[in-house]
């Protein structure tokens, strides 16, 4: 459902951008932007999420639960953008992020009944990438990048009490991941308009240690991973 809806939102954008770019006079837009070391920017994304599971061998032996498997998740943005351009074709880009996104367990019982669980995130997030850009062929270039990020969990349920926390499969509140895409790059009469997508890895599991709980138990690690769709505005 969330693959056709996304589908459908990037079909209306890349129309829009066309019709946009059909009423533009000819001629090349912002023709010193690139000579100008420092923008500022504001950004908004969509994002999808969820984790890649390594299971616990105890799996194998559990009279009640038979697989567990995460689940894609959709939810959304918003950040600042400050972009250096050092070189001709390299920039150093830093972009603050409020994230929001949600990320759920989904365990298939031996009863034949599913059980989910859900973590909620709520990310103060702060990536920091190299962008190593094309050409520019009159209003458009394309470009990729790659970088990393600390993300922060403002919501996080580490801290559960003992009570609540029987029910849930608790999770670190901070990790580092890396980041990697590519995108587009649109330069209209007022300022420059970017389509992007990222990948994000984490570079390690935030599944908090020592838990003793049924759902927590037959998992060895999770990995926190997400698709961003971004809008950049600079």
Request: charged share 20%; aromatic share 14%.
């Amino acid at each position: 459902m969330f693959d056709l809806f996304g589908k459908k939102i990037s079909l209306s954008i890349f129309l829009l951008i066309a019709l946009y770019g059909l009423t533009q006079p000819v001629g090349t837009n912002l023709p010193n932007y690139d000579k100008e070391w420092l923008h500022f920017g504001i950004t908004l994304n969509s994002n999808v999420s969820s984790y890649k599971i390594y299971r616990d061998l105890s799996l194998n032996t559990d009279d009640s639960i038979m697989t567990v498997n995460s689940t894609r998740n959709p939810g959304f943005g918003v950040g600042i953008i400050s972009n250096i351009a050092f070189l001709d074709y390299f920039d150093l880009r830093f972009i603050p992020t409020l994230s929001f996104a949600t990320r759920r367990i989904t365990y298939q019982m031996v009863t034949g009944l599913p059980a989910s669980k859900a973590t909620e995130f709520i990310n103060v997030e702060f990536p920091m990438h190299l962008k190593v850009k094309s050409a520019r062929m009159d209003n458009f270039r394309f470009y990729m990048l790659g970088g990393g990020k600390y993300s922060y969990n403002m919501v996080s349920n580490s801290n559960a009490t003992d009570e609540k926390a029987r029910y849930l499969v608790i999770t670190n509140p901070g990790f580092w991941a890396l980041e990697y895409g590519a995108g587009t790059d649109f330069y209209f009469e007022m300022f420059k308009f970017s389509l992007e997508v990222k990948l994000t890895d984490g570079m390690g599991s935030i599944l908090k240690d020592g838990q003793t709980l049924r759902y927590a138990t037959v998992i060895d690690k999770l990995i926190p991973k997400t698709i961003l769709f971004s809008l950049h505005f600079e």
